[in-house]
């Protein structure tokens, strides 16, 4: 089963981290992943200036990653969240990059392609 490193950079602005839900759907040539929730038990998750790391394990080959998807939902009440850009690792190796760099309110779903 294919396995890739997700990396999630928060702003280093005030109130830029959240502790909402946040779900990644990656979509490639040959097929889209599942919604996977990006949760480290224990950890607090997406802090303001923080760059954390995912490991995303996927049922087949998704082939060239082609856009990204992000959704945050509600944990206690609503949160902001300044999300910088997240990484890519593939299987094969291949760094891709999707800038974002704007701030997430509410409950939306994002999508991001490659810079």
Same mark, same amino acid.
């Given at each position: 089963? $294919? /396995?890739? +490193?997700?990396?999630?950079?928060?702003? /280093?602005?005030? !109130?830029?981290? +959240?502790?909402? =839900?946040?779900?990644?759907? *990656?979509?490639?040539? #040959?097929?889209?992943?599942?919604? #996977?929730?990006?949760? &480290? $038990? !224990? =950890?607090n998750? !997406?802090?303001?200036?923080?760059?954390? /790391?995912y490991?995303?394990?996927? %049922?087949?080959?998704?082939?060239?990653?082609?856009?990204? &998807? @992000? %959704? &945050?939902?509600? =944990?206690?009440?609503?949160?902001d969240?300044?999300?910088?850009?997240?990484?890519? &690792? +593939? $299987?094969?190796?291949?760094? *891709?990059?999707? $800038?974002?760099?704007?701030?997430? +309110?509410?409950?939306?779903? @994002?999508?991001?392609?490659?810079?």
């Amino acid at each position: 089963m $294919p /396995s890739y +490193t997700v990396t999630v950079a928060t702003g /280093s602005q005030w !109130f830029a981290g +959240t502790d909402d =839900y946040v779900y990644l759907t *990656l979509q490639g040539t #040959h097929g889209c992943s599942e919604r #996977h929730l990006l949760d &480290k $038990p !224990f =950890y607090n998750d !997406f802090e303001r200036g923080a760059v954390d /790391s995912y490991d995303v394990t996927v %049922e087949e080959d998704l082939g060239e990653i082609q856009l990204l &998807k @992000i %959704e &945050k939902r509600k =944990y206690w009440y609503q949160d902001d969240w300044y999300l910088k850009y997240i990484t890519v &690792k +593939t $299987p094969v190796g291949d760094y *891709l990059e999707f $800038p974002c760099y704007r701030w997430i +309110t509410d409950e939306k779903e @994002i999508v991001l392609r490659d810079g």
